[in-house]
């Protein structure tokens, strides 16, 4: 278990220090930062100064270590549009995305999981066939489409819902939450359902298929001889056994939920991170880009040792000492 | 004699398929008493497994009891639904299935997989049902059981784990056990101890055993009474002695040939020419008459009716009457 551990913990720095040399190389070949930072009437003799100040002349390894260095001590340095330290822009916009991401995973698994144990257990009821129908949908529909079309509905023609922003949020310490005004709940329905869909049809058509995958086995055949009711054979045997590669994929499609509010984001003008970002790429600042690439990277990282040290839980054969890791 | 446990009467098991209805188990009928082994034997799709899986209401849909009854203590169980049926599974008819590495939840201890059977069909405590769990597994011959409640099926080994799985079809004290091919998967030495664990444990509980399975010899070991199926038909049944050194039906007859024995080595292991009908080319008359040495017209013609013979009984026309069975010859 130890050192399974300390295996993925390897993995991931080599992972991370990876990202970080893209988000690096940023810096050094998207444009020339000098020219990003003066004027185009600064002199050539203040370039190379500026250029000899900023260590832009050192070699390519030692200004590569000098940004892991800052970065692993959260210093991404100075938005070029905002002037104000990126970490701080980050840390302003995050919680807005993650409140976002966790209240899409959060209707993606209420939603996708039942769903996908009703239509397995009833696969010739019409509503098997219906959910199955709508899953088809929200695989193949676009996410802008999809929150498009929800603002036309619930916002345009209805009324009932913001068609965009958080709504009125409450400070608490450096956290601002939406979830604790009934505007901030609001706005947030269309947006988390526009994020969560994708992740709804994909987790209810993953407990489907491996949920049918189990209940053919032997031990379910013989939980059933043995006279359990079919709640504990289909919940209590079942669920768990189809509960491994579901949490697998939850925990990675969760990491792109986050990667991916951008596109929510844009389309409801949410204040996150994913916003932040976008409006970096228009304006080209280089470090804002570069901090959103290796923090989400390291969101990806952190949340696959959470699944991978999930498993454990999850699964005995895992906990054996010795073995460890090697059949994932 | 006594009321019979469990009483089939010409059970039909059909599978509707696009291709048309299979008849994977064709009018069979026989009678199981109480604290008896019968042995249900046959090549693979005779219809052995469907036979147990329709007794205990357990056939893959979209397999179904088409005709026929099955009683259980004078109780008609083919017409029960699922909930009625499911108080009889595990209470009154147990179950061993063949692979016992694929028979246990691995995400369970034993322990567990023990007290939730036994909670489900008895009324006790947990702390009872732990006891009763000890008591089983120390009886189906698990070293210090007490211990061995809180492992995961992952540690142990095929022979034992089949041991939690006889454990488990006793939790409730049935009156019967579907064994179905509790052996195959195991290691020969595995297996002989396997049976006689059975046959102990069920003199000692006074229960009935109904062991479906392909090899003779765990029959001839265990079994009181034996049941021959062929495509999806009884071809004879009797005691074990009976059946094993004076078969009636040709393909009994066949069958017994095909055990190879020790002390003479001929050439050739004896089998039988040909190979089982399919389900879906059942020759019509007898479904043996194209691989039987003895076949006549009539055999072709007419399906053979189950015909006693005390101490057995062969659907064969050649044990037919005296009378019926001279004009045939004569007419061939």
Known sequence: MLTFIVRRLIQSVLVMLAVALVGFALFTYVGDPVNNLVGQDTSLEDRERLREDLGLNDPFPVQFFRFVVNAAQVDFGISYRHGRPVEDLLVERAPATLELSFAAGVFALLVGVPMGIYTALNRRSWLSKVFLTVSLIGVSLPTFLIGILLILVFSVWLGWLPSFGRGTTVDIGWWSTGFLTRDGLTALIMPAITLGLFQMTLIMRLVRAEMLEVLRTDYIKFARARGLSARAVNFGHALKNTLVPVITITGLQLGSVIAFAIITETVFQWPGMGLLFIQAIEFVDIPVMAAYLVLVAFLFVLINLIVDLLYFAVDPRLRMSGGGGQGL | ?332
């Not at chain 2, 209401?57 to 088409?66: F, H, K, M, Q, Y």
């Open chain 2, 1 to 332: 004699m006594t009321d019979p446990l469990l009483s089939v009467r010409d059970l039909r098991v059909e599978f509707p398929t696009r291709r048309g209805v299979l008849t994977a188990v064709d009018g069979v009928s026989f009678d199981i008493h109480p604290g008896e082994i019968l042995g249900v034997v046959g090549e693979s799709g005779a219809g052995k497994s469907q036979t147990g899986a329709a007794v205990i209401g357990l056939l893959e849909p979209p397999g179904r009891i088409a005709a026929g009854d099955i009683h259980l203590e004078g109780e008609r169980i083919d017409r029960l639904s699922q909930e009625q049926l499911r108080k009889v599974r595990g209470r009154k008819i147990g179950a061993v299935f063949q692979d016992p590495l694929t028979s246990l939840n691995p995400l369970y201890t034993i322990g567990r997989q023990l007290t939730e059977t036994i909670r489900t069909h008895l009324d006790m405590s947990e702390a009872e049902a732990r006891d009763r769990a000890v008591q089983l597994l120390g009886e189906v011959g698990i070293p210090s059981p007490a211990d061995r409640l809180d492992a995961y099926p992952h540690q142990f080994s095929g022979g034992m784990r089949q041991r939690v799985v006889i454990a488990l079809a006793l939790c409730a004290n049935p009156r019967l056990i579907i064994a179905d091919e509790p052996t195959t998967a195991l290691d020969v030495s595995i297996q002989a101890q396997i049976t006689a664990l059975l046959k102990r444990l069920c003199r000692e509980h006074g229960t009935a055993v109904m062991l479906i399975t392909h090899d003779m010899g765990v029959i001839a070991e265990t079994a009181d009474r034996v049941a021959v199926l062929y495509g999806g038909r009884l071809a004879e049944v009797g005691p074990v002695d009976d059946v094993v050194n004076r078969p009636l039906h040709p393909y009994t007859e066949g069958l017994m040939a095909c055990i190879p024995t020790t002390h003479e080595r001929p050439p050739r292991l004896a089998q039988i020419e040909g190979s089982m009908p399919s389900l879906t080319a059942m020759p019509a008359g007898c479904a043996f008459h194209p691989r039987c040495p003895h076949a006549f017209d009539r055999c072709e013609a007419e399906r053979p009716p189950l015909f006693e013979h005390p101490p057995s009984a062969a659907a064969c026309w050649l044990w037919a009457p005296e009378g019926a069975r001279v004009t045939e010859r004569a007419a061939s």
